[in-house]
């Protein structure tokens, strides 16, 4: 019997299983999930969803990115969050805005105070803990959401770790007023150091056992119109930069824009960006669009 994943993913025409291949013998965390490809749509997946399901990330102990000092919880801030905040606030000013898989709550420091209101959803309690000793309203529950409450959802590198990608998306569309906006953003399947450098060590880095689907620009667009949303447009950005490239490619490992801080540069990155967007091997990509 087929995993409801792949059902969704066949359903909405971003893969077929008759189609799929052996990509990559097996993922970081597990040497017994294996990575596949559709040779034609290029979508990835792994060869089975069946290690995870929403109560792993309710039960999952955060590990990382916090300081508790003298009871205040502090998160790093995060060039990845600047950067989201600078493209993505004008959407949210104003506006009831819900951060759907909040995380440690990085996104609403940055944005939330330019919001009407500003709700995160996050199912971990430990992560919602965090969040709310900020200050910060967390629901653990989409149904915890009004329908027709929202005008402006964001989806920040979460699609990617559900099995039910699509039904989300569906319950997120019934919370949006008509007209309301989705953003969301995942990894990309076409990543340059996934296809055009071939680079081994980047495979094995990156290659997760939480990282069920990795997306095309056209599958990522199937999807939501599958889910019922409009006016969809799907962009590249390139969340890494040219030294982190040459690093992995030179090094076997990441960390190039420290160790390498001279190739860094906003016009070389800027200008790196728009070449790997041009023919579609960005490392990201992001949908905007309307319920």
């Not at 060869?47 to 792993?56: A, E, V």
């Not at 606030?89 to 990085?106: A, E, M, N, T």
């Not at 962009?235 to 490992?253: C, D, E, F, M, T």
Request: proline share 4%; with cysteine; aromatic share 8%.
């Amino acid at each position: 019997m087929k995993h409801p994943l792949m059902v969704q993913l066949e359903r909405s025409k971003c893969v077929s299983q008759d189609r799929l291949k052996p990509f990559f013998p097996q993922v970081r965390d597990h040497d017994d999930i294996a990575v596949l490809i559709d040779p034609v749509t290029q979508v990835i997946v792994l060869s089975r969803f069946d290690h995870i399901d929403i109560q792993y990330y309710i039960d999952r102990n955060e590990t990382n990115g916090t300081i508790v000092q003298d009871l205040v919880i502090k998160t790093p801030k995060m060039e990845d969050n600047a950067r989201r905040s600078n493209v993505f606030k004008p959407y949210i000013k104003g506006k009831h805005w819900l951060d759907f898989g909040s995380g440690l709550g990085g996104m609403l420091d940055e944005m939330a105070g330019a919001a009407e209101s500003a709700v995160g959803l996050e199912p971990n309690e430990e992560r919602a803990h965090f969040c709310r000793s900020k200050g910060h309203e967390i629901v653990g529950s989409i149904e915890d959401i009004a329908d027709n409450s929202l005008d402006c959802i964001t989806v920040f590198h979460t699609f990617e770790h559900l099995t039910d990608p699509i039904g989300t998306a569906e319950d997120l569309r019934r919370k949006l007023r008509p007209g309301g906006t989705l953003i969301c953003e995942v990894p990309h399947a076409r990543d340059a150091l996934i296809h055009t450098y071939d680079c081994d060590a980047f495979k094995k880095f990156t290659f997760w056992s939480e990282h069920l689907v990795l997306h095309t620009r056209q599958s990522l667009a199937s999807m939501l119109r599958f889910a019922g949303f409009n006016n969809i447009e799907v962009s590249g950005l390139q969340r890494y930069p040219l030294a982190n490239h040459l690093h992995w490619l030179a090094k076997g490992a990441p960390g190039g824009q420290a160790h390498w801080s001279f190739l860094v540069s906003e016009a070389l990155d800027h200008e790196y960006e728009a070449q790997l967007s041009k023919i579609d091997r960005t490392d990201t990509i992001f949908a905007i669009c309307q319920a």
